[in-house]
């Protein structure tokens, strides 16, 4: 079993948690992620690593409330415990030998994008963060970004913040201007990733892309989070699991990413809705 720390509401569908989690606090880094189950019954889920705390022992996590899972993990309180929470797994994003680049998040893939910028910043790289939501209330972690970069800018879809637009406004902008990064670096919706790397495609900056998709143990036994790649002209499976969850974006298939990403969203709607109700019943 393993304790929620701290719990903090990010926004109206977004949840902060710190678990005590010493051995996975241990290893960590910027880009892996941990699978966890709310109780015995529940199913498997992955999320990434958004910080940790090595002398505290504890892992932070931020989740959207999208599904039944995090739904019930979302009506967990401080000092409650949740039944598993395996990791680090995946590999670590690469940050070797990059002293310029340009993160770009969206949504709360900004809580997968914040830790690669603070371990960049920490090496002394120069860190420029377009952090992307759809409207004012939506925005997560600016603070946290600013400590993080030498440059932040905030969009969002409806102008009610920031800058009005998309990410892939203000990037190419950078571009037309002739700013230069060792690496793009996108996380999000697949949708909005897929721009970002078509966007950079003509500069021949290298853009890289994390991938989340369906994924159930972790290990690269299941073949749920297998993804193809464009590889010198041939398609090659790959697995997110373990091959990632960071790949080259200029070589994902992103269209069959999204159509295997909303294989499952009507019966995903059902459970989630299904475990809104059984919350429903106990608070009555």
């Given at each position: 079993?393993?304790?929620?720390?701290?719990?903090?509401?990010?926004?109206?569908?977004?949840?902060?948690?710190?678990?005590?989690?010493?051995?996975?606090?241990?290893?960590?880094?910027?880009?892996?992620?941990?699978?966890?189950?709310?109780?015995?019954?529940g199913e498997r889920i992955p999320l990434t690593v958004a910080g940790?705390?090595?002398?505290?022992?504890?892992?932070?996590?931020?989740?959207?409330?999208?599904?039944?899972?995090?739904?019930?993990?979302?009506?967990?309180?401080?000092?409650?415990?949740?039944?598993?929470?395996?990791?680090?797994?995946?590999?670590?994003?690469?940050?070797?030998?990059?002293?310029?680049?340009?993160?770009?998040?969206?949504?709360?893939?900004?809580?997968?994008?914040?830790?690669?910028?603070?371990?960049?910043?920490?090496?002394?790289?120069?860190?420029?963060?377009?952090?992307?939501?759809?409207?004012?209330?939506?925005?997560?972690?600016?603070?946290?970004?600013?400590?993080?970069?030498?440059?932040?800018?905030?969009?969002?879809?409806?102008?009610?913040?920031?800058?009005?637009?998309?990410?892939?406004?203000?990037?190419?902008?950078?571009?037309?201007?002739?700013?230069?990064?060792?690496?793009?670096?996108?996380?999000?919706?697949?949708?909005?990733?897929?721009?970002?790397?078509?966007?950079?495609?003509?500069?021949?900056?290298?853009?890289?892309?994390?991938?989340?998709?369906?994924?159930?143990?972790?290990?690269?036994?299941?073949?749920?989070?297998?993804?193809?790649?464009?590889?010198?002209?041939?398609?090659?499976?790959?697995?997110?699991?373990?091959?990632?969850?960071?790949?080259?974006?200029?070589?994902?298939?992103?269209?069959?990413?999204?159509?295997?990403?909303?294989?499952?969203?009507?019966?995903?709607?059902?459970?989630?809705?299904?475990?809104?109700?059984?919350?429903?019943?106990?608070?009555?």
């Open positions: 079993m393993y304790k929620i720390v701290s719990k903090k509401i990010l926004n109206p569908t977004v949840v902060m948690m710190d678990i005590d989690a010493p051995l996975v606090a241990k290893k960590a880094e910027a880009g892996q992620f941990i699978i966890l189950r709310v109780d015995s019954e940790y705390d090595r002398e505290a022992g504890t892992v932070k996590i931020i989740f959207q409330i999208v599904g039944a899972t995090t739904e019930k993990l979302s009506h967990k309180n401080e000092g409650e415990y949740i039944e598993d929470f395996a990791g680090p797994l995946g590999l670590p994003t690469h940050l070797e030998g990059l002293n310029n680049v340009c993160i770009v998040g969206g949504g709360v893939g900004c809580a997968i994008a914040l830790p690669v910028a603070q371990a960049l910043k920490a090496k002394g790289a120069k860190v420029t963060s377009i952090i992307g939501f759809r409207s004012r209330d939506l925005v997560i972690l600016e603070e946290e970004f600013g400590a993080a970069s030498d440059e932040v800018i905030v969009m969002t879809d409806d102008g009610s913040y920031g800058r009005q637009g998309n990410v892939c406004v203000p990037l190419n902008e950078m571009f037309a201007s002739g700013r230069e990064f060792d690496k793009v670096i996108t996380i999000g919706p697949l949708i909005m990733m897929k721009f970002v790397v078509e966007a950079t495609r003509p500069t021949g900056i290298p853009c890289d892309v994390s991938m989340n998709p369906i994924m159930i143990d972790g290990t690269g036994m299941c073949g749920g989070c297998r993804l193809t790649l464009n590889i010198d002209g041939k398609r090659v499976t790959k697995f997110a699991c373990v091959d990632g969850p960071d790949f080259d974006g200029y070589q994902v298939d992103f269209d069959e990413a999204m159509l295997r990403g909303a294989a499952y969203r009507d019966f995903e709607r059902h459970s989630y809705e299904s475990t809104c109700n059984l919350f429903k019943k106990e608070v009555k």
